[in-house]
């Protein structure tokens, strides 16, 4: 079957936080939203149909977590990236965040030290600070228009108190797959200082050849025994709203440790909709996905490209994976603030701020790609004209 990703689609008044929530997050509603990390393509039909299955049957009342859920997970995993998963280390949570605090709370003590690895995705920060732990930023280093982790200062970084490390892979927003290589290093300094792994592998399914996403449990004995790996179909088929994320936990005690306080908090009940979409994503998925990138690298073209005619004093920084684009403003010498109130006011274009996600954000914007080219087109011809326009005052 061939997927329509042009077509346009109203998402106004269908509660919405991307198209409906504009006021609250940037002062207008007059804006073409390009910013949260949901996409403006339809959910796939075999989900819709799985749903419409399920609503079909009038009872929906508790449900739990059936051994066809979690096989369509773990089958995933092993189909699409040659990785191997049991049932027994698999938690079902209400969502990525939910699961990585718990993960803090269950693991760490109110006073120990989490690094992570700004520019990164901004919930990160509050999740350390509000669970009273001590945030360590180890900053990704900018070299030649591309990121790579500070293993040096993240070594430096390191002191007793130090108990855990959070990692986006892929990381958002700078879109950096990280290699093998890389992880391996990174495991190494954690083995040797004895810091557990928390990895945010949500958009882990969003890789533009030829690089390729590696599994942080993969790494070594160490990393499969001292991480916790988060995973959920939400980013990769646009759903979610529905709510139903994994923790991958092989370690027993650990598992074991998360697990209870899960349970304290009454995280165990299932999202009747959420396991529905959950199963159908992962189970007919990979069709409608190789059509989704190759739509959304031709997204990336297509924005390089305009830059580069257009105003090429705007850089995009090459992503490697996810529908979120990290585009460099620093040579247009504005403050952030400033940048801003042009996107918003005068281009009526919403991009998520650089700051938010570290101040080593700061002259940079996020951009999502993922939506129909022509909406694509006309948020590039705002920015451009309003910026030009900027610059002839």
Request: proline share 5%; net charge negative; with cysteine.
């Amino acid at each position: 079957m061939q997927y329509n990703f042009d077509k346009i689609i109203d998402r106004k008044n269908t509660n919405s936080v991307k198209h409906d929530a504009l006021q609250t997050f940037f002062g207008t509603d007059d804006i073409l939203p390009l910013w949260v990390a949901d996409m403006d393509f339809e959910t796939p039909d075999f989900i819709c149909e799985a749903l419409k299955k399920r609503v079909d049957h009038p009872i929906y009342a508790y449900t739990y977590f059936s051994e066809d859920f979690y096989q369509s997970l773990i089958n995933w995993m092993k189909n699409k990236h040659n990785h191997r998963i049991e049932p027994s280390w698999l938690k079902v949570t209400p969502g990525v965040l939910t699961g990585i605090s718990v993960a803090i709370m269950a693991l760490t003590n109110p006073g120990d030290k989490i690094i992570i690895q700004p520019p990164v995705y901004h919930p990160f920060f509050h999740l350390v600070k509000s669970n009273d732990r001590v945030l360590v930023q180890n900053e990704l280093l900018f070299e030649d228009g591309n990121y790579r982790m500070d293993f040096d200062q993240l070594e430096k970084s390191i002191d007793q108190d130090t108990k855990m490390i959070i990692i986006s892979n892929p990381h958002n927003p700078v879109g950096r797959v990280w290699t093998k290589d890389e992880l391996k290093k990174l495991v190494a300094i954690c083995e040797k200082n004895k810091i557990l792994i928390i990895a945010d592998e949500i958009h882990s399914d969003i890789v533009f050849e030829p690089h390729q996403y590696t599994p942080i449990a993969s790494i070594s004995s160490y990393a499969h025994n001292n991480s916790l790996t988060f995973v959920a179909p939400s980013k990769t088929f646009n759903i979610a709203g529905l709510g139903t994320s994994v923790a991958i936990i092989p370690h027993k005690k650990l598992r074991k440790q998360f697990i209870a306080l899960a349970s304290r908090l009454h995280l165990d009940n299932g999202n009747v909709f959420g396991t529905v979409a959950f199963e159908a994503a992962y189970t007919h998925g990979e069709e409608w996905l190789n059509q989704l990138m190759i739509y959304l690298k031709s997204n990336v073209e297509l924005v390089k490209s305009y830059f580069a005619e257009n105003l090429p004093a705007i850089k995009v920084v090459e992503p490697e994976g996810t529908y979120l684009l990290w585009l460099d403003f620093s040579a247009l010498k504005l403050e952030d603030e400033k940048l801003h109130q042009i996107l918003v006011d005068d281009a009526k274009v919403g991009l998520n701020k650089g700051l938010s996600f570290g101040l080593n954000g700061s002259n940079f914007m996020r951009l999502n790609i993922g939506s129909p080219q022509a909406v694509i087109l006309e948020g590039l011809e705002r920015m451009v004209s309003a910026l030009k326009r900027y610059e002839r005052v």
